[in-house]
């Protein structure tokens, strides 16, 4: 995947610009982090077509998504990817099987996702009477359903608590490794990225601060995540 983006933003600490250039390998984890402002959940939307960006490209495995200089913007629908947001977004008018069936859009290949992942004793209540963890299952679920090459993750385990959030965590790398997907992930929590992430990018005022990879046990990374974590504490 190929993102060069720039988007004017207005921060806490007033205006700056998104101003990234990126080269993804499909099939890979990167985690995305840096402190509150900085342009991250930004940067997913823009490659999600939720937003717009003022310039740019972005490309997934020789499709262009979006091309500024051609007036090329891809629709959301259209795009390989999933997107599972901070408070999960799910219809709260719909029960669980039927948020992940608008989705799917196939009622079999719906129930074997919700067999798959355990849920069939919870499917046919709504968000409201379901637990953090289900919701947030549920949401993943809703994403991967969809068959993405790409799935796009906003703090996707900030409201678990800590043990549920180490069973979710590895039930993302399930997901992952059975799906082939590509996986772009933003968060704050140190653990997460060290135990997750293949790949991180500290963005900064918009830009990119720092970009390693720990694949093979680079002695950067673990500077680079405490640089990070201390930023956004």
Known sequence: MK???????????????LDVDLNIEPDSFVAVTGASGSGKTTLLRCIAGLSEPDSGYISFKERVWYNSSGKQ?????????GFVFQDYALFPNMTLRENILYACGDKKR?????????????????????SGGQKQRCALLRAVSRGPKIILLDEPFSSLDGDTKKIFQSELLKWRSIFDLTVIMVSHDRAEVVRLAERVIQLKNGKVESDVSHKSGCPGMAAVIHSASRRVS
Do not use: Q, W
Not at 3 to 17: E, N, R
Not at 114 to 122: E, F, K, N, P, T
């Open 3 to 17: 993102v060069k983006v720039s988007k004017k933003l207005i921060s806490s600490a007033g205006g700056m610009i």
């Open 73 to 81: 913007s891809v629709p959301v629908r259209n795009r390989e990817c």
């Open 110 to 130: 719906t129930d074997e996702f919700i067999s798959m992942a355990d849920l069939s004793g919870v499917s046919h209540m709504y968000p409201d009477r379901l």
